[in-house]
């Protein structure tokens, strides 16, 4: 199977959609519960391409079957600091693509220019958490009962990279 990482551009913005919201309808990975509406979508995307802010895919078959998008953080005396969200869909889990994913992402958030990549996971998703403890990232708390989805509370960790870690 082939998957080609690049950043993305917006004839990738449906597809891009597409992927968020098959992860998003599983509703244990990521904080939403279907993916926003396309016009929200096809403004970030805009905005991201222009901008030159990293938002890397995963191609497979013409489809995006991954992201990891690093936006700058919302205030001004963050700019230095990436916020990064990623998801990749079932059948390309537990192959290596989402750390391939990763690293792409924090080597195009490292090239823009962030000095911290800063995240926040699922307690329950331990693969994940995993996989970000190994490019680099560090846990510094969790958010205990940070999210509400179907009736259930969930935990978050917060965690971070700072640029030059390994």
């Given at each position: 199977?082939?998957?080609?990482?690049?950043?993305?551009?917006?004839?990738?913005?449906?597809?891009?959609?597409?992927?968020?919201?098959?992860?998003?309808?599983?509703?244990?990975?990521?904080?939403?519960?279907?993916?926003?509406?396309?016009?929200?979508?096809?403004?970030?995307?805009?905005?991201?391409?222009?901008?030159?802010?990293?938002?890397?895919?995963?191609?497979?078959?013409?489809?995006?079957?991954?992201?990891?998008?690093?936006?700058?953080?919302?205030?001004?005396?963050?700019?230095?600091?990436?916020?990064?969200?990623?998801?990749?869909?079932?059948?390309?889990?537990?192959?290596?693509?989402?750390?391939?994913?990763?690293?792409?992402?924090?080597?195009?958030?490292?090239?823009?220019?962030?000095?911290?990549?800063?995240?926040?996971?699922?307690?329950?998703?331990?693969?994940?958490?995993?996989?970000?403890?190994?490019?680099?990232?560090?846990?510094?708390?969790?958010?205990?009962?940070?999210?509400?989805?179907?009736?259930?509370?969930?935990?978050?960790?917060?965690?971070?990279?700072?640029k030059g870690s390994p």
């Amino acid at each position: 199977m082939t998957v080609e990482f690049r950043q993305i551009e917006i004839a990738d913005t449906d597809a891009f959609r597409a992927a968020v919201d098959t992860v998003a309808h599983e509703r244990k990975y990521i904080a939403l519960t279907e993916a926003p509406p396309v016009e929200q979508v096809r403004a970030f995307v805009a905005r991201n391409v222009e901008r030159g802010y990293p938002q890397i895919v995963a191609i497979a078959d013409g489809a995006v079957v991954g992201w990891c998008n690093v936006p700058p953080a919302s205030r001004a005396v963050s700019a230095h600091v990436g916020d990064l969200f990623m998801g990749l869909v079932p059948d390309f889990r537990g192959k290596g693509f989402g750390e391939r994913l990763l690293r792409r992402a924090i080597q195009a958030a490292d090239v823009f220019g962030f000095r911290r990549i800063e995240l926040g996971v699922f307690a329950t998703n331990t693969a994940a958490a995993s996989l970000y403890r190994k490019v680099g990232f560090v846990e510094e708390g969790t958010k205990q009962m940070a999210i509400f989805l179907d009736g259930i509370y969930h935990d978050e960790i917060v965690m971070a990279r700072l640029k030059g870690s390994p």
